[in-house]
């Protein structure tokens, strides 16, 4: 089947790698694990994911029902800040709700009936290289930083989570981290029957110390009598998806420019946000490009890479690892056609999921 | 009417204090003013847009497609890149179609049938301070910049499109940028018969100086015997909107922090995009609070504001100017609800024209 691009390609196999990795981790550690949805949400995998993870995590009411419709499993809720007229409705759909402030906490704690109440710790720590992403940037919101103050409500807390790996493929780092959680809150951890170390570990990357991973969160486990949990989202979806686009229009302004059927900033927005580029492999070859989208923006530019043979206007690219915090993020920006979601199963066959239109553009808006 | 936060607030009047600067400047300056609709795409107040203005431009088939069936009026096609199975449908919904390369053009001309046929230029100058924005920054592939290879097309080309200003408020700048457009196109664009000058000019502003503006408008029409065209986004919709949020949690982690249901990333992107905060009015006080997003971005930060009273849980904050890019950027990051979209008649009678929920959620997904 043909597909018109723009189409972000889901890739069966290679959600399975990732997902193999992560059943590896949850019989060698103990650990239970959930799909991050802020990362990915695309559901129509779902019936492959969730024979491999435990369940789903969430960061609003949206996301916790959709992990409890369309994952099943457990279903944790997490929200920076929930209002008061949608904490009936995430409960509902919650196995555990974790509360992101002592204030938040003390607000609903009394609503949140028949499901486990958590609480996310801050330590101050974190292994994110961007201001705009790390939870332990100054003046965080994200989280309590003071064991003090979190004493008083210990007899009615269940569990923690603490979020503060981003993108972390050193074991090291993740090892000495933890460390420094288990100084800082040591005493208020053995005192709770789970602990969720968050995501943004990559632990399916290759090279990835997976043994001593394990035996690490093991100990973690046996040390403070908890369940541990973890919420991968890059890590589960890593390497699984490309987005595929056309060459449109061939430029030479002092480079050699290649136009394309995409948007940086509609399509794969954290490139923009972080100021990076995307990938396309081999990334070899003589003829080097600067791979630009077709929005408005001077700087939607999805990077320069080599190519093997010249481009010319009707050629295929493949931006490579676009699965994680694109979809979630897509937008109308420039009306420029959303892309389609299309999955290759398993068997090598490729189903085309959803396609977006002139009417999904016109009902954004109003 | 109550209506629940987050929304937008599109107020009629304060679109109309705008709309009359542009209906002065059309009649002083003989210029012709369209929509961009990149900017801004809200429909649901285009009757009131539409008696103002004369059309739309557009940087897509759907934007074009919106702006013919919406708007009315002039309606011109551009894009940065058309592909080939979308370019007959662009036609049909355009009065001018504008290329953006003379490859486009060579591509495309011959099927652009009943309607004038225009190209970008580029004319190396821009008044952007942001690199990500700049029209006119190195390798740009955003118009053309060679006189002489546009010369051997000249035959062809209708008008010119020249889009070089970004929230230009400085008419000395705006009158010395055109200077030098004429110094490097004058012979082409004695050429033609109407030559776009783009949006971005700030003629709406407070303290703008507008007779002089309508007066080099209309020279350089008379001079070189076009048509002039304006493409407002901004200038037509500035301090008509505010985004409606309520606080829904404060905590106190060295600042005092304000935690509203609405995100910075999901619902006013620029913001974080070229790292800005948003407006808060009157921002006086004796109570300063970091306001910070719902969403688990660690940088979901609106700003920093001074209030009169202490904030509590409940109260409404209004971020002013929240009309261009918002809506058309806004998207599903963390599932947090996407605010509904309202309008303030002008009788003062506030209108839900919008609301997105669950469904619309699990539908941009798939």
Not at 27 to 34: D, F, N, R
Not at 128 to 140: G, N, T, V, Y
Not at 185 to 196: H, I, P, R, T
């Amino acid at each position: 089947m043909t597909i018109q691009t723009p189409y972000y390609l889901i890739d069966k196999a290679g959600l399975l790698r990732n997902l193999e990795i992560i059943r590896r981790v949850r019989e060698q550690s103990g650990a239970k694990l959930l799909l991050a949805l802020k990362c990915f949400a695309t559901w129509s995998v779902f019936d492959l994911m969730n024979q491999y993870l435990d369940g789903t995590t969430s960061s609003s009411l949206y996301e916790v029902r959709l992990g409890r419709e369309k994952f099943g499993g457990e279903t944790h809720a997490y929200s920076v800040a929930y209002a008061d007229h949608e904490i009936d409705e995430v409960v509902s759909h919650a196995d555990k709700i974790i509360f992101n402030s002592l204030g938040q906490f003390a607000r609903f704690a009394d609503r949140a009936v028949g499901v486990q109440r958590g609480l996310r710790l801050n330590p101050g720590v974190s292994s994110s290289s961007f201001d705009l992403a790390d939870p332990a940037r100054p003046f965080s919101r994200l989280g309590e930083w003071d064991a003090n103050r979190v004493r008083p409500f210990m007899d009615r807390i269940d569990g923690f989570m603490i979020h503060n790996n981003c993108e972390n493929g050193d074991f090291g780092l993740f090892d000495a981290m933890l460390g420094q959680i288990e100084e800082r809150f040591g005493d208020l951890l053995a005192q709770v029957k789970w602990v969720s170390l968050g995501g943004g570990i990559h632990f399916t990357g290759e090279g990835y110390n997976v043994d001593a991973f394990c035996a690490r969160l093991k100990k973690f486990a046996q040390d403070y009598g908890v369940q541990v949990y973890l919420e991968p989202g890059e890590a589960a979806i890593t390497r699984s998806t490309t987005l595929e686009v056309s060459v449109l229009d061939i430029l030479d302004n002092g480079k050699q420019l290649a136009i394309v059927d995409a948007s940086v900033e509609a399509h794969m927005l954290d490139l923009l946000i972080y100021r990076q580029h995307a990938k396309v492999e081999p990334d070899a070859g003589p003829h080097p490009y600067m791979v630009c989208g077709k929005s408005c923006l001077a700087g939607d530019i999805f990077g320069e890479f080599r190519f093997e043979k010249e481009l010319a206007v009707g050629d295929r690219i493949s931006f490579q690892d676009a699965a994680g915090y694109t979809m979630v993020k897509k937008n109308w920006f420039n009306g420029v056609k959303m892309p389609s979601i299309a999955i290759r199963e398993l068997d090598g066959e490729v189903r085309l999921v959803r396609a977006f239109g002139y009417d999904d553009f016109a009902a954004a808006l109003s």
